[in-house]
């Protein structure tokens, strides 16, 4: 065959692997060998939930740092054995609440009690459904979940180094960062609303509010608020709600806290200070129908990001936190 044939060739099989990537996840993926899996993990979220609200904010995160690094592939849930240091313990695992963790042990734990379904579904897909459930239960939108995600093979902390966007980060970086993971621009305006729920400490937001030098534009009075909550600056144990107004919500507030100069990080605010991005949070302060259909869209996407589908790329793991041996 000569060059252009290959050309051609090869450029056809590029767009058919891209169509069967795109392709493979489906709702009904484990229909046939465990068709309950939707309400298991549901009623185990539930349950976790319930014990304590605090596994809402964390599992969200969770799911959102598993796509990022090494696609979304359950990696982030390994723990570091003697010989290699896993991406949880990565330093910019920053505070990956345990609680998160736990509930995707929980949902598995459900779902391999069920004869039928036992190590028949990836700890992915569970973090994926448990994400779901969980911004369901603090009032979010639903949507379907697409499955068929295989259990990574491999978790190291050097895999996690300039993977995840710190707080600091301007608009151009937060877009080129998601854009990386095939997500667009609205996307990551969408999907920073998580921040609507959930905890931060008191050094990802300190930069902001040191007496001689607070951000513009922080609203003053929060940033009082701000300063006597962190009056250290940086005390590791102090964390505060993301968003003060309704912390248990999964709501449009996060975007009018943003118009009221009430977003915690930089890289929240900036979403509200910068030209570009203004139009889409003004829009969804105003119109929480409009936000929750972006927010779908858009978790959609992330759940898509680097997923591994063919058995030589991932496997299902009996532990969630340990390769299967
Ligand atoms: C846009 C860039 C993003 C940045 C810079 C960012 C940064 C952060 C930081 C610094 C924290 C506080 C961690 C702590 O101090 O404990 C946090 C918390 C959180 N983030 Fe983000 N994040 C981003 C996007 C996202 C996305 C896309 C999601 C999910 C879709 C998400 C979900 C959360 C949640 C739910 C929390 C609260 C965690 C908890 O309560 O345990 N974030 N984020
Ligand atoms: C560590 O590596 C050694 C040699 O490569 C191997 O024999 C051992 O099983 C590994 N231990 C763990 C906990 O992975
Ligand atoms: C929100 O926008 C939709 C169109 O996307 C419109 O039908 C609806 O009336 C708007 N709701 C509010 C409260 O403005
Ligand atoms: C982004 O999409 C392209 C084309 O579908 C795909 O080849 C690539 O693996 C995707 N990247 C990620 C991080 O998912
Ligand atoms: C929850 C978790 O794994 N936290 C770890 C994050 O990384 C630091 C530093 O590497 C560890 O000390 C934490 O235990």
Not at 98 to 125: E, L, M, R
Not at 133 to 140: E, N, T
Not at 183 to 202: P, Y
Request: with cysteine.
């Amino acid at each position: 065959m000569g060059g252009a044939g290959m050309r051609v060739l090869a450029a056809v099989l590029a767009l058919a692997a891209a169509t069967r990537c795109a392709a493979q996840l489906k709702q009904d993926y484990y229909a046939a060998v465990c068709p309950n899996l939707e309400s298991i993990v549901q009623d185990a979220v539930a349950k976790k939930v319930q014990e304590t609200a605090i596994a809402v904010g964390a599992t969200i995160r969770l799911f959102f740092h598993d796509c990022f690094v090494e696609g979304c592939d359950a990696s982030v849930i390994l723990v570091s054995t003697g010989n290699n240091t896993a991406e949880k313990d990565h330093p910019s695992n920053l505070s990956l609440a345990g609680d998160g963790f736990d509930t995707v042990i929980q949902a598995k734990a459900a779902v391999d009690a069920v004869p039928q379904c036992a190590n028949q579904v990836s700890c992915a897909d569970i973090l994926a459904l448990a994400t779901r459930d969980a911004i369901v239960l603090a009032g979010g939108p639903t949507y379907p979940v697409e499955l068929g995600r295989l259990d990574g093979l491999s978790s190291t902390s050097t895999s996690v180094d300039g993977k995840l966007p710190p707080p600091s980060f301007n608009l151009d970086q937060l877009t080129a960062i998601f854009a990386a993971n095939n997500l667009s621009q609205t996307d990551m305006i969408a999907l920073s609303a998580a921040h609507t729920v959930g905890f931060a400490h008191c050094g990802t937001f300190s930069s902001r509010i040191q007496p001689a030098a607070v951000d513009p534009t922080l609203d003053a009075s929060y940033a009082a608020e701000l300063q006597a909550a962190c009056p250290a600056g940086v005390d590791p144990n102090i964390a505060l709600e993301i968003d003060p107004i309704t912390p248990h919500a999964f709501d449009n507030q996060y975007f009018i806290n943003l118009v009221q100069g009430r977003g915690l990080f930089t890289s929240d605010q900036v979403l509200f200070s910068d030209d570009r991005s203004r139009p889409t949070v003004v829009q969804w302060s105003q119109n929480s129908s409009d936000f929750e259909q972006a927010f779908v869209a858009a978790m959609t996407n992330l759940g898509r990001v680097g997923v591994k589908t063919d058995p030589s790329q991932g496997n299902i793991r009996r532990d969630c936190a340990f390769l299967n041996n």
